[in-house]
C-alpha cells in the first residue's frame, strides 16, 4: 500500500472521530454503566476480551482487521456537553445528575489494549483484542469496537479467500463502492479488502485516504452516448515520437478496421459506428491509457473489432493500448477468445504490443467463479474487478465477532451457558503462535497468561495430538497504553 500523506493521515483520524463519536453506542451500555457508578463499582479493575466462535464463510480461518481505527477510537473518547445533555433526556428522569458529570470527565485514562496484529491469520476463539481498564470505561467501548473489529474482518478475509481463488499472480480491483452498505461501508471495503489481498481500488477517496492504487476504465453509458463518427472531436492525435503534425485518426482507423475484419471474417455492417467513435474519442483524451469495455453491444461481431482497429492505430503512432474489459457473458470463454484475437493481430500485423495487452473480467465475479476462471484460463493475462460479493460479503453477513468479561478485580470471570458453544474460557490469556522449521504456522496455544502452560481437553469434537520441533511466537502485544499524561499507540 502507497504511504498516505500526513495530511490524509490527519483526515483518517477525523474522520474516525466524526464516524464513531462515544454516542454510537447502545443503550444499555450506559444503564450498565450508571449501575456500577451507582454501586460505586465504575472503578474496578476489569478486563474483557474480543473474539469470534467460528471461523467464517465455513472456511478454516480468518484475518484480523480494524486495529488502527480501534486506537484512534480510543485515543478520541470523549463526551461532549452536548452528547451528555442528550443522554440526559433518555436516561430515566431518576437518574442522578451526578452520574452526567462523571460521563462528562471520561475518557480513556487507564485504558490498556493488548492484541495480535493487524492482518494476522487467526482462528476461532483466539482473543484479538484484550481490553482493561475501569469497568464503567471498557463497558462503554465494546459495543464500538466490535463496530469497528466485525466487518473490517470480515470483508478482509473475504478478499483473502479471492486472492487464495485468483493465486498469487492475478490482478484483483475492487470496485463494489456503488454496491456497499453505505459511504462507510464502502470505504471500510476499499481499504480493508486491500489488506487482504487486492491490489487496486475504484474507489477515489480510499485512495487518497490509505494510499491504495486506484484504477478505472470506462461505463457502457460513455459508449451508448455516441452514435457517429462525426461526433469524434478532436480527430487528431499526435504521433508519440514527437511528431508536430498531427494524424487523421478517423481515417487511420478505418483502415485498420477494414484490414481486421479481412483477418478475422467479420461482417463489417454488424460493426456499431457509435460504438467505435467512443472509442476513439477515448483513445484520442488517453492515448496510453486505452482500456475500453468492449460489450455493450456484441464483443464478437463489434466491441472486439472496433478495439483491434483503435488499438492498431495507436501503436502506428507509437502510443501503448492497455487492453479491454469485459462485463458479461462467460468470461471465461469470452477471455479466451479475446487473447486468440490479440495473438492473431500480433503475429499477422507485427505488433508486439498486442502480446501484452490485458483483459479485466467485471461480470458479477463471486469466489467460485473466480477459481473457475483461474482454472479454466491459466495463460490468460485477465485482471479481475470484483464489487458486490466482496463488499456484501453475500455468503456470510456477519463476522459474529463477542465482547466478553473475563476478569474484574483480579479474579477471573466465566460466563457458563446451556449452550456449551457459548461459556467462554475465564481469566487473562497469553496467545501464542507455534511454527515449524519452516517456519510454517501449525497451531495457536491460548494459556491463562499466570498459569503454566498445561493441556485441557475444551470439547470433545477437537482430537488431542502431539507437536515437536516447533518455535512459538506471543501474539498478544501492548498496542495501547493510556494514563492522564501520554497516550501510546502501536505503530
Known amino acids: 500500500m502507497a504511504a498516505p500523506s500526513r495530511n490524509t493521515c490527519g483526515l483518517t483520524e477525523r474522520s474516525v472521530r466524526e464516524r464513531v463519536p ?98 494476522t491469520v487467526v482462528f476461532a476463539r483466539v482473543p484479538l483484542m484484550e481490553v482493561a481498564g475501569p469497568l464503567a470505561v471498557v463497558q462503554l467501548l465494546e459495543t464500538s469496537l466490535l463496530c469497528l473489529v466485525n466487518y473490517a474482518s470480515l470483508v478482509c ?15 484483483l480491483l475492487e470496485m463494489g463502492l456503488r454496491r456497499a452498505q453505505g459511504p462507510d461501508g464502502g470505504l471500510t471495503a476499499s481499504r480493508y479488502t486491500h489488506i487482504g489481498g487486492f491490489d487496486l481500488t475504484s474507489n477515489v477517496q480510499a485512495g ?53 475484419c479481412e483477418l478475422l471474417g467479420a461482417e463489417p455492417e454488424k460493426i456499431r459506428e457509435g460504438e467505435l467513435a467512443a472509442f476513439l474519442s477515448y483513445a484520442v483524451a488517453y492515448p496510453q491509457n486505452f482500456l475500453p ?8 461481431c463489434s466491441g472486439l473489432l472496433n478495439f483491434c482497429a483503435v488499438a492498431l492505430t495507436l501503436c502506428e503512432l507509437g502510443h501503448r493500448p492497455v487492453g479491454v474489459r469485459l462485463d458479461s457473458g462467460d468470461l471465461c470463454k469470452q477471455s479466451v477468445d479475446v487473447r486468440r484475437v490479440f495473438r492473431l493481430c500480433s503475429e499477422h500485423f507485427s505488433i508486439p504490443a498486442f502480446d501484452s495487452l490485458i483483459i479485466v473480467g467485471t461480470n458479477n465475479i463471486s469466489e467460485q467463479s ?56 475465564p481469566g487473562r490469556k497469553a496467545v501464542y503462535r507455534l511454527v515449524d522449521a519452516d517456519v510454517l504456522g501449525m497451531i495457536f496455544l491460548l494459556k491463562i497468561k499466570e498459569i503454566n502452560i498445561i493441556c485441557i481437553y475444551l470439547f470433545k469434537y477437537i482430537p488431542l495430538f502431539n507437536i515437536c520441533n516447533t518455535v512459538s511466537y506471543c501474539l498478544l502485544s501492548f498496542v495501547y497504553v493510556c494514563s492522564s499524561h501520554k497516550v501510546s499507540l502501536a505503530k
Open 157 to 171: 478475509s473475504n478478499a483473502a479467500r479471492f486472492r487464495l481463488a485468483a493465486g498469487p499472480r492475478r490482478r
Open 22 to 119: 462515544p454516542l454510537l453506542n447502545d443503550l444499555y451500555q450506559f444503564t450498565m454503566a450508571y449501575a456500577y457508578w451507582r454501586a460505586g463499582r465504575h472503578q474496578e479493575p476489569a478486563v474483557f476480551e474480543l473474539f469470534f466462535r467460528d471461523n467464517p464463510f465455513g472456511g478454516g480461518f480468518s484475518l484480523f482487521a480494524g486495529l488502527h481505527d480501534c486506537l484512534l477510537f480510543l485515543r478520541s473518547f470523549r463526551f461532549s456537553d452536548e452528547d451528555v445533555e442528550f443522554l440526559r433526556s433518555v436516561l430515566p428522569p431518576a437518574t442522578d445528575p451526578a452520574f452526567f458529570q462523571f460521563l462528562r470527565g471520561l475518557d480513556c485514562s487507564g485504558v490498556t489494549v493488548r492484541s495480535v496484529p493487524e492482518g
Open 293 to 300: 469495455v468492449i460489450d455493450s453491444y456484441s464483443v464478437g
Open 208 to 260: 487518497f485516504l490509505f494510499g491504495i492504487p486506484v484504477a478505472g476504465t470506462m461505463a457502457h453509458s460513455y459508449v451508448t452516448s455516441f452514435n457517429s463518427l462525426e461526433e469524434v472531436w478532436p480527430q487528431t492525435l499526435a504521433a508519440a515520437n514527437g511528431d508536430p503534425e498531427p494524424v487523421d485518426v478517423i481515417s487511420l482507423t478505418k483502415g485498420w478496421l477494414s484490414r481486421v
Open 370 to 425: 473466480l477459481a473457475e476462471l483461474n482454472k479454466k484460463v491459466k495463460g490468460v493475462n485477465v485482471m479481475v474487478g470484483v464489487g458486490t460479493h466482496l463488499v456484501t460479503c453475500t455468503k456470510q453477513p456477519s463476522l459474529g465477532c463477542v465482547y466478553k468479561l473475563v476478569e474484574v478485580r483480579g479474579r477471573p470471570r466465566m460466563k457458563i451457558s446451556e449452550d456449551p458453544e457459548k461459556s467462554t474460557v
